[in-house]
């Protein structure tokens, strides 16, 4: 199983990114997809997490900013980051909770002020 993120990059304070995530090979019953966030000299932070039913829970450093989704039929996850603040920097990791706890290679987010 692979974890391709993408959407990464650099951008002004109050702008927009998008990251996605696409799981390749087999994956037997996700039971949720999620985004995690690090920054150096720090632990691996949850951002969001969509679970199979649909259900969604945020960080609440992110709620009313980022919005995660997902396709089922692709195993891909989204994350929409609306008014990012430089302190939303950090490399970004997708996850995906099955029977194995599968994870990105992380994808960097920078935000200038």
Known sequence: ?????????LVQAGGT????CAASGTIFSI??????????????EL???IFSSGRTNYADFV????TISRDNAKN????????????DTAVYYCNVLSDINYWGKGT??????
């Open 47 to 49: 951002v969001a997490r």
């Open 63 to 66: 709620k009313d900013r980022f």
């Open 108 to 113: 960097q987010v920078t935000v200038s002020s």
């Open 76 to 87: 891909t996850v989204y994350l929409k980051m609306n008014s990012l603040k430089p302190e």
């Open 31 to 44: 039971t949720a997809m999620a985004w995690y966030r690090q920054t150096p000299g720090k632990q691996r």
């Open 17 to 20: 990114l998008r990251l996605s």
């Open 1 to 9: 199983v692979q974890l391709q993120a993408s959407g990464g990059g």
